[in-house]
């Protein structure tokens, strides 16, 4: 799974530089079906009282996007105090931009049994 | 001791019963033990304690202000029901315990309304600890600048009332890695100071938000350290432990100690284990108020102990 996930990491930069390098219309379109592809491991959906996926490996400088399906409140909140959201209502979202390599464990404050590992390469 | 869960209630208790929409738990102080009395029940003259007994305090619980969602849409309204109650009851206790999740999502308003409701119960003084909806915004924030003054900001706190020691704990801020409550370890060195000297004889009531013993894990119902907690309290010779957060009732006695949950104000929850998690639970409207409640404590001097009652709103 988490081959996978690197895989698809690993091209959305190579498009993305693709494009800015050349600026021709056939890399936009390259870019702009990659960077689609590249959305999934970026983003963290809530439901059911889990984080789906439980585990999300993204390269250095990528910004998460956790967003809460469940009609209960949620929050992410990281172990060590690097980002805590608010309570996410229904449908609200939350994002954090992760700078540094490191594996960051996130959990829900509200109901901490809900867990996962954010990996930054 | 003698707990009081009235099982059997006469038609004109469950006529009364039905009259309301959601209550809380009474407390009676019956030989050294605390047992609740279901308020309606109690209201209604049914109950041996609430005969017996003086009024101690009333237990409202997760009173969740601030949720609009279908298991129900009108959380203000049902706290209202469950406040105009309780000031019908005719001897009202001194005080109010409100074990947590005031709010819904700690935000500043809804702790405006909250206040502007609570301010309606006639009951001198309101006591508080945080549920973990009260705290999402961190230490230190809303639910402090509110509630803090009695702690120092540290959210744990006891006090004295009618020869009863009172203690609050904070189990929402120190979460355990398996996700169960977790008291910490300078709020556990407080509690054994704060009972050191104290004569065992004392009746003793905790109030938290979340269960003090391990109701079900997987959800985190329960507190990790809070067998160190127990520890300290177990040479007492009645020890009352009241927490919310499941929005039901689950008692058990384990030698003098009484542990007991209250039922929230505001919506239901599932059974441990029934369903994807602790969420709300959506009941016909009629359903409803049968499941939402209050608790409310009485002191019955011969033998001292307390006895609870629970009443629903209907």
Redesign the interface.
């Known amino acids: 799974m988490s081959r996978i996930k690197l895989g698809r990491d690993l091209v959305a930069p190579l498009a993305f530089a693709a494009l800015f390098a050349m600026g021709l219309l056939i890399a936009v379109s390259a870019a702009d079906s990659a960077a689609a592809q590249a959305q999934t491991p970026n983003t963290v959906v809530i439901k059911n009282f889990m984080f789906m996926p439980m585990a999300v490996t993204v390269k250095a400088g990528t910004t998460v996007t956790w967003k809460n399906l469940d009609g209960e409140p949620h929050t992410v909140v990281n172990d060590v105090g690097l980002f805590r959201s608010t309570a996410l209502d229904q449908n609200d979202s939350y994002k954090f931009k992760f700078e540094k390599p490191g594996v960051y464990k996130v959990f829900c404050g509200i109901h901490p049994n809900m867990k996962e590992t954010i990996i930054v390469q | 001791m003698s707990t009081d869960f009235p099982s059997e209630p006469s038609r004109r208790g469950a006529l009364k019963c039905l009259a309301f929409g959601g209550a809380g738990t009474l407390f009676v102080l019956a030989g050294g033990v605390l047992a609740p009395i279901d308020l309606a029940l109690a209201a209604g003259g049914r109950s041996s304690s609430a005969k017996t007994g003086v009024p101690l305090f009333l237990q409202i619980s997760d009173t969740h202000i601030g949720f609009n969602?279908?298991?129900n849409p009108d959380v203000a309204g049902t706290l209202k029901q469950t406040i105009e109650f309780v000031n019908a009851m005719p001897t009202k206790p001194a005080l109010t315990i409100h074990t947590g999740d005031i709010t819904?999502?700690?935000k500043p308003a809804e702790f405006d309304l909250a206040d502007q409701l609570l301010s309606r119960l006639n009951v001198t003084e309101l006591h508080t600890t945080p549920g973990?909806?009260d705290?999402?915004?961190?230490p230190g924030a809303e639910y402090f600048s509110r509630f803090g003054k009695a702690s120092d900001n540290r959210g744990y706190y006891s006090f004295d009332h009618q020869g009863v020691h009172f203690i609050s704990l904070v189990n929402v801020m120190h979460?355990?890695p398996?996700?169960?409550g977790g008291l910490g370890d300078d709020q556990l060195a407080w509690l054994a100071a704060d009972l050191k000297g104290r004569s065992s004889s004392t009746p003793i009531a905790v109030f938290a938000h979340m269960p003090m013993w391990t109701i079900y894990e997987?959800?985190?119902w329960g507190t990790g350290d809070g067998d160190q907690a127990f520890s300290h309290l177990r040479r007492f010779g009645s020890v009352t432990v009241l927490n919310g957060h499941i929005h039901q009732i689950v008692s058990k006695v384990e030698g003098a100690i009484t542990f007991h949950t209250a039922r929230s104000t505001a919506y239901p929850q599932p059974t441990a284990g029934n369903g994807?998690?602790?969420?709300?639970l959506k009941v016909s409207s009629e359903q409803l108020p049968k499941m939402l409640g209050v608790t409310s404590v009485d002191i019955v001097r011969h033998p001292l102990a307390l006895s609870l009652t629970d009443t629903t709103l209907a």
Request: hydrophobic share 30%; charged share 20%; no cysteine.
């Open positions: 969602k279908d298991a819904h999502l700690s973990e909806h705290v999402t915004d961190g979460f355990k398996n996700g169960l997987p959800w985190g994807a998690g602790p969420m709300p």
